[in-house]
């Protein structure tokens, strides 16, 4: 699946649990993992059309298992999907301070490009401060001691959130847009603009190389995936006056933005 059928296939799922079981139904789904499970495989077949070797990736395509864990400066903790390295081979290190053994040591580890994809498909506002916490504790974790590494950061946000009033009715209403959602998407924009974009690696361990902030309407007939501040007003979903932007947050170039970082890093 491509983008636009990958962002209508989650509209279809989503909406379907609700006319099946209403809310609960939906909580269920989303549970599953079944909706970001095809933004992954998304990722994975962008990944290859750039000329990826699928043997590379971690997940392989269309499967859930099989994850690599890296171990970083306090944890080691299973990555959402990784490229593994070429031309270098992994060696066992015992880290002392952890007490643990990393079956790939801190030279191969550096070299793996590792995206974690996040979504928050119920609510805009809900979790909020969880979320951004847990973001921020996984970059520095890893870049703590795997300084040279690559991390990416791929986020789905709906912009309109459904109408749990009517989904307990198993009926499908999106909220209206208003002041409230013109105030979250500003939070999350900001937010991952502050950790977007690092390049110093002796420094910023907190920061992505590159984040990607997906936001879509899915109420329309053909979900639409926002790539710029300039759409985001000019289909009223912000005023005039939002001052945040989206363009280095977009899909269409985030893929070649961190395989460039990527490359250029390693000296490919």
Known sequence: MNLQESLSEIKQ?????????GTVGKRNLIRTSKPINI??????????????????????L???????????????????????????DPENEFISELNISDPYGKDYSERILSINVRSQLSSVAKNFDTIFERTFAESINLHQRLK???????FLLPIREFDDSFSENK???????????????SKYINYFNLINGRRNINDDHHKYERVCLMLVDFSLKIP????????LKEDGIVSDNFNFS???????????????TYN???NL
């Open 264 to 266: 250029s890093r390693f």
């Open 39 to 60: 933004i992954h495989d998304l990722i994975k077949r962008e990944f290859i059309n750039l000329g990826i070797s699928s043997d590379r990736i971690y997940p392989q």
């Open 13 to 21: 799922l989503l909406e379907n649990s609700i006319l099946e079981n």
């Open 62 to 88: 269309n499967q859930t298992t099989g994850e690599i864990a890296i171990t970083g400066f306090l944890k080691k903790k299973k990555q959402d999907i990784v490229i593994l390295p070429k031309n270098i």
């Open 148 to 154: 040279k590494m690559v991390l990416g950061e791929v």
């Open 171 to 185: 009926i499908v209403k999106y909220r209206e847009l208003g002041p409230r959602v013109e105030s979250q998407l």
């Open 224 to 231: 639409k995936l926002y790539q710029s501040s300039l759409e």
């Open 246 to 260: 989206l363009e280095n947050l977009n899909y269409n170039n985030f893929f070649f933005d961190i395989i460039n």
